[in-house]
């Protein structure tokens, strides 16, 4: 007997790995004797999304935030575990991804209008798509009359609200959006995070939300999942989180987290370089970079385990 009714989640990854060859063509190590070389970019993550929340990806550059978008959206083929996403009526989830760079998205020679429609499931009238595509812009905070132009026409934040007004034409109900304010002005980047909070309350959207910045990440997360070379070392409810990190890398990357209302300062890694994933560290791949690290460290490859503070952790420094 199962009396109680649990909301499922929409998306979960269950010991998701990607690996990906970096060798040398053949002939080259024929000649060199180099031997193959791979990079594990996503490694043993689990996570998983309930409809109508934001899951947030972060982590430095090349701890494979964007494999793990990748493999979500199937571009990608997991090497080892699974993703799953579904609805409890069995319906198929309509999923769209969001760029950091929107430019790359919209064809520049078309305008607008026609971007939008493209992804339009439903087959419409000419009357009723232009009506659709001037209530879409009216959505993201643009005008009807914006869909006859082109995309140089507009700002970076505009456009970004362009390829959301794409993401609800295709009626998406999971956005996979991959650092999808990083390349805008600090004030540019708030109203867009504004637009995507509204949007999730009014439609109920689900978010799978990827940054290097936790600042960001702090508007409108449910949980976070902190990456450090592949792996989830933290994962909680974004307050815990946010609140009373528990991970040494997580505290790391609070310290170091530019504020979203200060001026833009270099981004540049503290506590160390981030080591290659080619030739990742032994053990705790972050003993390198922390303060706390012990001899069992180097050895041991600290697993995620429920800490005191309410979320998951990894790492051998923290209690239970
Ligand atoms: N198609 C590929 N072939 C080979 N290596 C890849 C490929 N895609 C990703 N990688 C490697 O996998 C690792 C993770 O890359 P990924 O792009 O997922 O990181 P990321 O966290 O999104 O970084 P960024 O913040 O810079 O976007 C990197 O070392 C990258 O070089
Ligand atoms: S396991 Fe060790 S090296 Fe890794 S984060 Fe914890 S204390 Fe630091
Ligand atoms: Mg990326």
């Not at 971007?115 to 959505?139: H, N």
């Not at 990456?227 to 933290?234: C, I, P, Q």
């Not at 974004?238 to 200060?262: F, S």
């Not at 030739?279 to 385990?305: I, Q, Y």
Request: aromatic share 4%.
């Amino acid at each position: 007997m199962n009396a109680i009714v649990t909301e499922q989640p929409l998306l979960k990854v269950a010991n998701l790995g990607r690996t990906f060859d970096v060798s040398a063509p053949f002939l080259q190590r024929l000649a060199t004797g180099a031997p193959r070389r791979s990079v594990k970019a996503v490694d043993g993550v689990s996570f998983a999304i309930r409809p109508g929340t934001t899951f947030s990806l972060v982590g430095e550059s090349g701890c494979g935030k964007s494999t793990v978008a990748r493999l979500v959206a199937g571009l990608e083929r997991p090497t080892v575990g699974a993703v799953e996403i579904r609805k409890d009526s069995g319906e198929r989830v309509r999923l769209q991804m969001v760029f950091q760079d929107p430019v790359g998205s919209l064809n520049p020679r078309w305008r607008i209008g026609q971007s939008i429609a493209e992804p339009m499931a439903r087959k419409l009238g000419r009357i009723e798509r232009r009506k659709r595509i001037g209530e879409l812009l009216v959505t993201v905070g643009l005008a009807p009359s914006d869909a006859d132009k082109y995309p140089h026409e507009f700002s970076g934040g505009q456009r970004q609200r362009i390829s959301i007004a794409r993401a609800l034409a295709a009626e998406a109900e999971l956005l996979l959006l991959d650092e999808p304010t990083s390349a805008l002005d600090v004030s540019v980047q708030a109203q867009v995070l504004n637009l995507l909070k509204d949007l999730q309350q009014k439609l109920g959207l689900t978010y799978l939300f990827i940054s290097h910045n936790l600042s960001v990440v702090r508007f409108l997360t449910d949980r976070i999942g902190v990456m450090y070379l592949g792996r989830l070392v933290e994962e909680g409810p974004g307050e815990i989180i946010l609140e009373n990190p528990q991970h040494p890398y997580t505290r790391l990357l609070l310290e170091t987290v530019p504020d979203l209302e200060a001026p833009k300062r270099d981004r540049a890694p503290l506590g160390g370089d981030i080591p290659s994933p080619l030739n990742p560290p032994s053990g705790c791949t972050f003993h390198p970079r922390c303060p706390l690290a012990m001899d069992v460290c180097k050895k041991e490859r600290p697993e995620l385990r429920h800490s005191a503070a309410g979320a998951k952790v990894a790492c051998h420094a923290i209690q239970d």
